[in-house]
C-alpha cells in the first residue's frame, strides 16, 4: 500500500512562499526544528524566516516537515487590552 503524502522534501519544494512550516532537521548530534514563514525554496535547500533569523535547511537533512497554522496574535508586554479605564 503506498503512502500518499509526500516526503518532506516535496512537500517543501512544492509549498508556495509564504506558507507557515515546521521543519525537523538533523544537526550534528541531534535534531532541530524551525517554525516559521518559507521564504525562499530550490533545489537543494529551503529558507525559513524564524522569529530569530532566516534559517537555510539542507534538504538533504530534514526528517519531518508540514504547514502550521498562523502565529498567534502577540499579547502586549503589559498584558493590557489597549482599552482605557476610566
Known sequence: MS???PSPQEFLTAAEPGTRVVVRYRIE???TDALGE????TVNSCTIRTRRSDVEVP??????AK????APA???P???TGH???
Open 59 to 64: 534538504l538533504h537533512l530534514v526528517v519531518a
Open 38 to 41: 518559507l521564504v525562499m525554496r
Open 3 to 5: 503512502s500518499s503524502n
Open 78 to 80: 503589559t498584558g493590557s
Open 74 to 76: 502577540r499579547r502586549s
Open 84 to 86: 482605557a479605564h476610566p
Open 67 to 70: 504547514q502550521v497554522p498562523p
Open 29 to 31: 548530534g541531534g535534531f
